[in-house]
């Protein structure tokens, strides 16, 4: 029986499939998002801070998860191009109250090391391996960090495991819970949308339609 790869007709049929495929993916960007498909409604839905005129996007993420490690650079080109009425925060999946990573990015947040701190934990967990991607300890991620600028290591300990980090603890388990978190990277949009989406590149496409969406009903 003859192989079907040999048949010129078959190949160009492989060669349209393979066309179609790559088009696909912008095609769908010219569409209205779908309820159900490309976001969901969250019910009684807050922000995670007062908007104060601007329109809130929160990733949750984790450090350990490479998904968000990979979605760091589409986020990086997104932000750089932002308009300026739009708000980027992050938000650890604070979902257990021993996630020491969650504790560190509070508390990195609390000293001003956040914006400069934040790149090298994702490089330390997924390119030098310097951090386990889970169960990293308090004392190993406030050594960390006071290599990254905390002022001493101790110090950086005590707040990770301070009541105010607790709090801040709770705080984001509670936005990711009545979001309807469920995984890490999600974007959450001015308290009200849930991005969904089969790729990471999907999830910015998405969010800046529910942006202009929330600009257009001001």
Same mark, same amino acid.
């Given at each position: 029986m003859k192989s079907l790869s040999a048949s010129p007709w078959h190949r160009l049929l492989a060669? $349209? $499939?393979? %066309?179609?495929?790559?088009?696909?993916? $912008?095609a769908a960007r010219d569409h209205a998002p779908v309820e159900g498909l490309d976001y969901a409604v969250i %019910?009684?839905?807050?922000?995670?801070?007062?908007?104060?005129?601007?329109?809130?996007?929160?990733?949750v993420f984790s450090y350990g998860c490479v998904h968000c490690f990979h979605f760091q650079t589409l986020v990086d080109a997104w932000? @750089?191009? @932002?308009p300026r009425d739009v708000r980027f925060t992050y938000l650890p999946a604070a979902f257990a109250a021993n996630d020491n990573f969650a504790r560190?990015?509070?508390a990195a947040q609390a000293q001003k090391l956040g914006e400069r701190s934040h790149h090298a934990v994702f490089s330390a967990v997924h390119e030098t391996s310097v951090l386990p991607r889970s169960g990293a300890s308090v004392? %190993?991620?406030?050594?960390?960090? @006071?290599?990254?600028? $905390?002022?001493?290591? +101790?110090?950086? +300990?005590? %707040?990770?495991t301070s009541p105010e980090t607790d709090e801040k603890l709770n705080a984001a388990r509670a936005f990711a819970m009545r979001s309807g978190v469920e995984g890490t990277p999600t974007l959450i949009i001015n308290g009200r949308y849930r991005v969904?989406?089969?790729r990471l590149e999907d999830l910015l496409t998405? @969010?800046?339609?529910?942006i202009a969406r929330e600009r257009a009903a001001r």
């Open positions: 060669v $349209a $499939a393979l %066309a179609i495929s790559a088009w696909l993916p $912008a %019910a009684d839905g807050q922000p995670w801070q007062p908007l104060d005129g601007q329109i809130e996007v929160v990733e932000r @750089a191009q @932002a560190g990015f509070f004392d %190993a991620i406030a050594a960390f960090y @006071a290599q990254h600028g $905390a002022r001493s290591k +101790a110090r950086f +300990a005590a %707040a990770m969904m989406g089969r998405v @969010a800046d339609q529910l």
